[in-house]
């Protein structure tokens, strides 16, 4: 069974740091790329980040790249979210998900299966 499931998430103070975690089965990460999104309320689900099926390279997006790195252990089968610095802008649920490709002005239209998500606050 084709599965992602997030964790990590909870409650952070502005200027700290978190990582989350996206446990995978049911597919092989060296024939699939790995996204992670996020959500806040009112708007749209935006790509912050994907590594490709080789683990070869990875894209971020332009206004996010300098506070966010991801990383992989296929081992573990888990995919990580490193978030440094956080914000209150960047309270929101945050997705990982299996693509196609990894293309991040492209990966959301890739996606063929998400996790559940996991909650992020930023708060003092």
């Known amino acids: 069974q084709l599965q992602l499931v997030e964790s990590g998430g909870g409650l952070v103070q502005p200027g700290g740091s978190l990582t989350l975690s996206c446990r995978f089965s049911?597919?092989?990460?060296?024939?699939?790329?790995i996204g992670w999104f996020r959500q806040a309320p009112g708007k749209e689900r935006e790509a912050i980040s994907c590594?490709?099926?080789?683990?070869?390279?990875?894209q971020y997006s332009f206004s996010l790249k300098e506070r966010f790195a991801i990383s992989g252990d296929n081992a573990e089968r888990t995919c990580y979210l490193q978030m440094t610095g956080p914000e209150e802008e960047d309270t929101a649920i945050y997705y990982c998900?299996?693509?196609?490709?990894?293309?991040?002005?492209?990966?959301?239209?890739?996606?063929?299966?998400w996790g559940q998500g996991t909650q992020v606050t930023v708060s003092s």
């Open positions: 998900a299996r693509a196609d490709l990894c293309d991040i002005s492209g990966v959301r239209d890739s996606v063929n299966h």
């Open positions: 049911g597919f092989r990460w060296d024939q699939s790329a």
């Open positions: 590594v490709s099926s080789d683990s070869k390279f990875t």
